[in-house]
Antibody, heavy 120, light 107 residues
């Protein structure tokens, strides 16, 4: 059974850097085809794909956020970390991590998500 | 970037109705499309991948179809537990964009 859990701060001040950790179990990110993605959802709004890291350390980013995002993995700890710099109130959202299937970049399952509020 | 456009944005239907939601990609994505269901206050769940493959455990009343740029999610007989927002997702190429969602309610 694959599970993922997001941890990190729930309140961040504008201009600060957000660091979120996705801790997972039930698969290895060193196995061919595996990946972990990040998706966010502002309150009452649609899903927005942010980033994806593959088993071979290839990475993909949302073009609109590319300059602010960094995704890394620690295979030994079964963790993926997303860093977002220069936070703004519009970044207030629930942030999810999700497992990427080897056969394609759809996401299943998703972690429970964390609501991050950006406010002074 | 590939844009994903869903229609309608919201709809209301009666229990037992057949419901269709469409998703259009701004360029061809073959069958690299997934559908997700997000019930109120819950985490999104995968319904369909590869445009028409039903995820294990998903009721057979859900059906996906389409290829290229035009895709359809069909619920053959709407049930009360299907109240949710539905999203399509392109995974043909990064960025792996989502549609804006279709909110489904019961009349």
């Amino acid at each position: 059974q694959i599970t993922l859990k997001v941890s990190g701060p729930t309140l961040v001040k504008p201009t600060q850097t957000l660091t979120l950790t996705c801790t997972f179990s039930g698969f290895s990110l060193s196995s061919t085809g595996m990946g972990v993605g990040w998706i966010r959802q502002p309150p009452g709004k649609a899903l927005e794909w942010l980033a994806l890291i593959f088993w071979d350390d290839n990475k993909r980013y949302s073009p609109s956020l590319k300059t602010r995002l960094t995704i890394t993995k620690d295979t030994s700890k079964n963790q993926v970390v997303l860093t977002m710099t220069n936070l703004d109130p519009v970044d207030t959202a629930t942030y999810y991590c999700a497992h990427r299937e080897p056969a394609g970049s759809w996401f299943d399952p998703w972690g429970q998500g964390i609501l991050v509020t950006v406010s002074s | 970037d590939i844009q994903m456009t869903q229609s309608p944005s919201s709809l209301s239907a009666s229990v037992g109705d057949r419901v269709t939601i469409t998703c259009r990609a701004s360029q061809g994505i073959s069958d690299n499309l997934a559908w997700y269901q997000q019930k109120p206050g819950k985490v999104p769940e995968l319904l369909i991948y590869a445009a028409s493959a039903l995820q294990s455990g998903v009721p057979s009343r859900f059906r996906g179809s389409g290829s290229g740029t035009d895709f359809i999610l069909t619920i053959s007989s709407l049930q009360p537990e299907d109240v949710a927002t539905y999203y399509c997702q392109n995974y043909y190429s990064a960025p792996y964009t989502f549609g804006q969602g279709t909110k489904l309610e019961i009349k």
